[in-house]
């Protein structure tokens, strides 16, 4: 498609879209940073204020935690009451347990798809594909019996199982894109090296880290994020996730502003923080492709 | 005997079987157990029956369940039209804005575009509660300095606008999906294909609805496809704001948290799993109502177009 010398396709400047300019470009930027406000203002209103005296919150809302202004009783009242540290435990094991489950097996399912032919196959990654567009939270009557037979109900266990069977058939499914992209060659001369089918698995999977890195973004989120299945499967005190838990917790406090504003900061930062660490990797994975 | 299948190797089947296993358990065998227990009941208490359609029947028309049915059919069919009419063409103006080529700042632009869509409902949830809230005074006192001040009510409190209101914090989280979607496939364009309708003359306006949104469109079938999924199992967000019972007055019941009162009861009502798993099934038919017709007529017909 292009000579040798031809720079990277993102990075050719087009003369069919010159870079905008003057009064256009004014326009665009104006309406850009206007939506960026939109998006960004309620949430850093809510961050600032729960450092704030709850005179301040009411009469400055608008101004930065200044000296003089600021008050941490929110945050003491939520650690007192509120059990934040073990749900955010009990969040880290759900999500991270579940996307390891989702990264080995879809890994494994999404290998096995593209590199094997064998009778059935495309059915296989029809009927694992059917889970993509059909919510899970329809068999919930039947899944809170399964797990109450199972006597898993209020384990995190059941919170690992149900997410894994989520994120599976998305996972599988763009895994093994990837994988039918990795050369032949490399799978070949491994095989006259005598390597084993698993071994051969194991060379490949490094080999599509940036797409394990983009499901890893996509299925961790929905997961730290669930409301519907915490509430159903885990209400317990001691299996409550973050989510669940700030639910619960800020219910119960709306009319202690501090706490609520603390607990409701205290929610959104690990997300946020983890957002802008992986942001360039999910944006990337988003814009090349990895979900057509 | 049967002349035996050719067998698949092994490794093959320890590949797929751990994920196929827990797929399976967890998800299709529950989806199919709703469906079946649907048509299944305990009329006097006692034993379980199958009842075949009964218990459809009674969800449209009985008077304890009918009302709320429907009222939460229509409710979720107006979610889903907001969301279509404002989400998807605000998504699609800022990823044409942000797909011009060399945007300065394209990548402070993206990130912040995105955050609200990685939180979760909850927060989003109360976060507008807070700021639309009367007591805190945030939105009535920006549409005060915008000479708006007596247009300001308790949006959520009030049976007109509380749906409406909810929708649009959902597009505000959302608008996110649309947008990176959009903005992936308009990068995707060859250059040298803008650069021939350049050539031709078509530029700006022109040149987006000429060529490159036609040039998108399977990317708007699959946000509307996936708007309306989500929107037909859309809960968490009403159930922050609004509790169980989609207050005021039901006025912003959808779909989820009918399904979830009906499943565990709230208040005088009990719940009923078999009526729970009958909601279930409605949505499941309204979903294939939605995806079935997407992957067989419109991805078909987009096809060919690309050819």
Sequence with gaps: ?292 | MRPRLRRVPLHIIVFILPAAAIYTAFMIYPLFDSLRLSLHGNPEGGGVVFVGLQNYARLVADSLYAPRFWGAVRHNLIFFAIHMLVQNPVGLLLAALLSARRLPGLAVYRTLLFAPTVLSFVIVGFIWQLILSPLWGIAGGLLRAAGLGAHFRPWLGLEGSALVTLSLISVWQFVGIPLMLFHAALIGIPDDLLEAARVDGATGWRAFWGIEFPLILPVVGLVAILTYVGNFNAFDLIYTAQGALAGPNFSTDILGTFFYRTFFGFQLQLGNPFMGATVAGVMFLLILAGVLPYLFVWQRRIEVHEL
Aim: glycine letters at 6%.
């Design chain 1, 1 to 292: 498609m292009s000579s040798p010398v031809a720079p990277p396709a993102h990075r050719v400047i087009s003369a069919a879209y010159p870079r905008p300019y003057g009064g256009k470009a004014l326009g665009v930027h104006a309406i850009l940073v206007a939506y960026a406000l939109i998006a960004i203002l309620p949430v850093l209103l809510i961050a600032m204020n729960s450092f704030k005296t709850r005179a301040a919150i009411f009469t400055t809302p608008y101004l930065p935690p200044l000296p003089g202004l600021v008050s941490l009783v929110g945050y003491e009242t939520m650690f007192e009451r509120a059990h934040f540290a073990r749900y955010f435990v009990n969040s880290a094991v759900v999500a991270g347990s579940a996307m390891a489950l989702i990264l080995l097996l879809g890994a494994m399912a999404g290998f096995a798809l593209a590199e094997y032919r064998f009778r059935g196959n495309a059915w296989v990654g029809l009927y694992l594909a059917l889970g993509i567009m059909i919510p899970i939270r329809l068999g919930t009557v039947s899944i809170l019996r399964i797990m109450s037979d199972l006597r898993l109900v209020n384990t995190l266990f059941a919170l690992i199982l149900v997410y894994a069977a989520q994120g599976l058939p998305l996972a599988v499914f763009i895994l093994q894109q990837f994988m039918r992209q990795v050369p032949r060659d490399l799978k070949d001369a491994a095989r006259i090296d005598g390597m084993s089918e698993y071994r051969i698995f194991w060379l490949v999977l490094p080999l599509v880290r940036p797409a394990v890195a983009t499901v890893a973004v996509f299925t961790m989120i929905p997961i730290w994020n669930d409301l519907w299945f915490p509430l159903i499967l885990a209400p317990g005190e001691a299996t409550k996730t973050v989510t669940l838990g700030a639910q619960q917790f800020i219910g119960q406090f709306i009319s202690d502003w501090n706490s609520m504003l603390a607990s409701l900061t205290l929610a959104m930062v690990p997300v946020l923080a983890a957002y802008m660490v992986f942001s360039r990797s999910l944006i990337r994975g988003l814009t090349t492709g990895a979900l057509k």
